[in-house]
């Protein structure tokens, strides 16, 4: 355990250990020094509480959320009351979740039927022709090459917009994917004149 308490140091990583039994050979001096912050809630002894904390105290609190935390740096103890549920409310709000409708399977569908019409997986055809001049249009007046441009603007997924895209490159009208920057477009309105005609 400490070894992989020192590693998480170094990368930014917040472990949380307990122990409800906060002896010696649990609570080692190693783990003790590479958890500089510490909480103990009520503890039966003054040994169990010096144990965690390096104090006496925590065997004087009341219980039921009632802590003492010691924190990084610091000898000063800070008595704190946590939040803590029974475990009769903590089933109240469960059979509360469990009481509220189901979702109507109409809306689901409908749900489904869009994301189905937005996402497909086929590749761009005839009948996205009317679709793919809009795409144009739009990336050729921004002067912007973005998925998310299409995606907001024409209220299409992920997908389809980045098959548009793809597509626009094929036809010379955005350059080649660069990482996360939006393609350069390599017409200008001029072309928009001459699609039109």
Do not use: W
Not at 105 to 124: A, H, M, Q, W
Request: net charge negative.
């Amino acid at each position: 355990m400490p070894t992989s308490a020192i590693s998480t140091c170094g990368f930014g990583i917040h472990l949380v250990i307990a122990t409800q039994r906060p002896s010696v050979d649990v609570i080692t001096g190693l783990i003790k020094a590479n958890f500089p912050s510490r909480i103990a809630f009520q503890v039966a002894t003054k040994i169990d509480s010096r144990t965690i904390i390096d104090t006496s105290g925590a065997e004087k609190l009341i219980g039921r959320g009632d802590m003492l935390y010691l924190g990084s740096g610091s000898s000063e103890l800070v008595r704190l009351h946590n939040a803590f549920l029974s475990i009769g409310e903590i089933e109240a709000v469960m059979d509360h979740i469990k009481s509220q409708p189901q979702a109507d399977e109409l809306v689901l569908e409908s749900v489904r039927e869009k994301t189905t019409l937005d996402d497909d997986s086929g590749e761009i055809g005839e009948g996205d022709d009317e679709l793919l001049n809009e795409a144009i249009k739009l990336v050729v007046i921004h002067q912007q090459g973005s998925i998310s441009l299409i995606q907001r603007r024409m209220k299409v997924g992920y997908s389809r917009a980045a098959r548009l895209i793809d597509r626009m490159e094929q036809l010379s009208i955005v350059g080649p994917f660069t990482g996360s920057k939006a393609r350069e477009v390599m017409v200008d309105e001029t072309y928009l004149q001459m699609i039109e005609e």
